[in-house]
């Protein structure tokens, strides 16, 4: 008798053309058999906020949700509608989770805390930024929605600040939904970096992009230059040495900018490149936030063979203080996040 294979368990190398993001769940939970599945409810349930999201950015122009809302956020930021209507559907959609304990978002002040699980040793939390690039909305240039999710550290009642005030490398996973000319679902539990696009023909992710990795190359240097001249020497030197230098693995590199972290982030991740909002004059510690933007992308850059640094440590490994804390990047391929590591510190000098 020929040997069979449990199909729960089998690669899905046999299946390739139609893996949907709810089989790809299912998989991963039957290879842990101790799995109750409260981590991959999470995951699927943003997967079916996003697509909410996607459809009222596809029909923004239609039911009246462009413009601004007239509202200022935590941030200091003009709120846009789509804003909150992306920032509400996150909420609603997940918030009857059992094994979600609380919620942060960058367009909140405070958390929003939810009654406790029975079993407090499966109850997480989620920090979200619902609408990255909004300021983009009305152009309709690409913008998304970056998620993270950490397990919860404090025992019993309601959780607290702390479980949401926790380095990166402690993530369980992150990811993002990127609304462009398909609407692709990127993630990672911490075993590669798998993406999925939206089928609009029968409403499911499928796998489409099985263990990124960025390629060794940088076609993209992706910075806003309008914030040049106050950048620190570093930085400009950095920026100087890839459009300008004469290093031939630079040759090709263009100059993309798009002004939405998470489009300009898929970009360089697909093709090659680096990201960089470094502190500037007017952003003495930055102006990305660490805890919706910067540690969800850095975990997924690292999975995916890349890196991500402030210029003196990796992102994963800054300590959070405030809930809506920020912080310079660099964010891209490894080899370039350690030149800028190494001009940051003064290590490196290049040539004239």
């Not at 139609?18 to 349930?45: C, K, W």
């Not at 200022?72 to 789509?82: H, T």
């Not at 909140?108 to 300021?135: K, Q």
């Not at 190359?217 to 950048?231: G, I, K, L, M, T």
């Amino acid at each position: 008798m020929g040997e069979n294979k449990d199909l729960r368990t089998r690669e899905f190398d046999e299946f390739e053309g139609f893996v949907t993001l709810e089989s790809f769940l299912s998989n991963e939970q039957h290879l842990h058999p101790s799995s109750r599945g409260f981590f991959a409810d999470i995951l699927r349930r943003i997967g079916v906020a996003s697509k909410i999201i996607e459809s009222k950015v596809q029909r923004a122009g239609l039911i009246d949700v462009l413009g601004k809302q007239g509202k200022i956020n935590v941030q200091g930021e003009e709120q846009m509608k789509l804003d909150i209507l992306a920032q509400e559907v996150m909420m609603n959609t997940l918030q009857w989770l059992p094994a979600v304990a609380g919620m942060a978002s960058e367009e909140e002040e405070e958390v929003l805390r939810l009654p406790p699980h029975p079993d407090e040793n499966d109850t997480y939390v989620l920090l979200f930024d619902p609408l990255d690039g909004s300021s983009n909305i009305d152009a309709n240039v690409s913008i998304g929605t970056i998620f993270s999710i950490h397990r919860r550290v404090t025992k019993g009642g309601a959780c607290e600040l702390v479980d949401f005030l926790q380095p990166g490398r402690k993530q369980l996973a992150a990811g993002y939904v990127v609304y462009g000319s398909s609407t692709m679902f990127v993630y990672s539990t911490g075993n590669g970096v798998h993406g999925f696009t939206l089928d609009p023909e029968v409403g499911e992710y499928v796998l489409s992009h099985r263990n990124i990795r960025f390629p060794d190359s940088c076609r993209c240097f992706s910075a806003n230059d309008a914030n040049y001249n106050d950048w620190d020497e570093p930085s400009r030197g950095f920026a100087d040495h890839i459009r300008y230098g004469n290093d031939p693995r630079y040759a090709e590199t263009s100059s993309r900018y798009i002004g939405s972290m998470v489009a300009d982030f898929h970009r360089n991740l697909l093709y090659g490149g680096v990201f960089m909002y470094p502190a500037d004059a007017k952003h003495p510690n930055g102006k990305l936030r660490l805890l919706y933007e910067c540690s969800p992308l850095a975990w997924l850059a690292e999975q995916a063979g890349g890196a991500a640094t402030t210029g003196s440590q990796s992102i994963l490994d800054v300590e959070p203080e405030e809930l809506h804390q920020r912080c310079p990047i660099v964010i891209g391929n490894k080899q370039e996040v350690e030149l800028y590591e190494k001009m940051a510190s003064g290590h490196f000098v290049p040539s004239a």
